[in-house]
């Protein structure tokens, strides 16, 4: 099983400041790693695939970067709806989820 | 528009079973893998099983390995998960969702509660 491991666990940030999540792979996935963003009582919408493609209608302030083990999330300016918990998931293998990051209003 | 709808959902005493349906339309149910992901109270995503298009390969997590079934019926539009010896750790929202890469679709879950 692909292990993720995701860093760090909870992130303090004000409106306007620029975000960056880590999700490290226990081997690699190429480039088969997705971002989500998941609001309370919400399912999880998904923001980026494959590393570093935007998924449809999602702002252009998310970035993914990364390939084998190692993959970052950027969201270059915060946005108040911006304040979620988001998790990193591969397609490499079956599917696993990393434990997320919850992104917090300082 | 897709959409995904989960039922069976409840509350069941450890060592129960519970059966877990998704119908979804919107889309050529058909022609796409189906997961089930579930979330404990307040914790992270956890994929549970995937199924292929024909209902003929499954896969399992550990955790739930010899206990679940997933299963489909693609003359009703219907995934399925089957829930046997259920034990507290299984106390999760269980979404179904078509995960098919850069396109992602999730149903709103459903509750399942396991305790005496």
């Known amino acids: 099983e692909i292990v993720l491991t995701q860093s760090p666990a909870t992130l303090s940030l004000s409106p306007g400041e620029r975000a960056t999540l880590s999700c490290r792979a226990s081997?690699?996935?190429?480039?088969?790693l997705a971002w989500y963003q998941q609001k309370p009582g919400q399912a999880p919408r998904l923001l980026i695939y494959?590393?570093?493609n935007r998924a449809t209608g999602i702002p252009a302030r998310f970035n993914g970067s990364g390939s084998g083990t190692d993959f970052t999330l950027t969201i270059s300016s915060l946005e108040p709806e911006d304040f979620a918990v988001y998790y990193c998931?591969?397609?490499?293998?079956?599917?696993?989820f990393g434990q997320g990051t919850k992104l917090e209003i300082k | 528009e897709v959409q995904l709808v989960e039922s069976g959902g409840g509350l069941v005493q450890p060592g129960g079973s519970l059966r877990l349906s998704c119908a979804a339309s919107?889309?050529?149910?058909?022609?796409?893998?189906m997961h089930w992901v579930r979330q404990a109270p307040g914790k992270g995503l956890v994929w549970v099983s995937r199924?292929?298009?024909?209902?003929?390969?499954?896969n399992y997590a550990d955790s739930v390995k010899g206990r679940f079934t997933i299963s489909r019926d693609n003359a009703k539009n219907t995934l399925y998960l089957l829930m046997n010896s259920l034990r507290a750790e299984d106390t999760a929202v269980y979404y179904c969702?078509?995960?098919?890469?850069?396109?992602?679709?999730w149903g709103q879950g459903t509750l399942v509660t396991v305790s005496s």
């Open positions: 969702a078509r995960l098919t890469g850069d396109d992602d679709n």
């Open positions: 919107g889309f050529t149910f058909s022609s796409y893998w």
């Open positions: 199924i292929n298009s024909y209902g003929s390969s499954t």
């Open positions: 081997q690699s996935v190429s480039s088969y």
């Open positions: 494959d590393a570093s």
């Open positions: 998931q591969q397609r490499s293998n079956w599917r696993t």
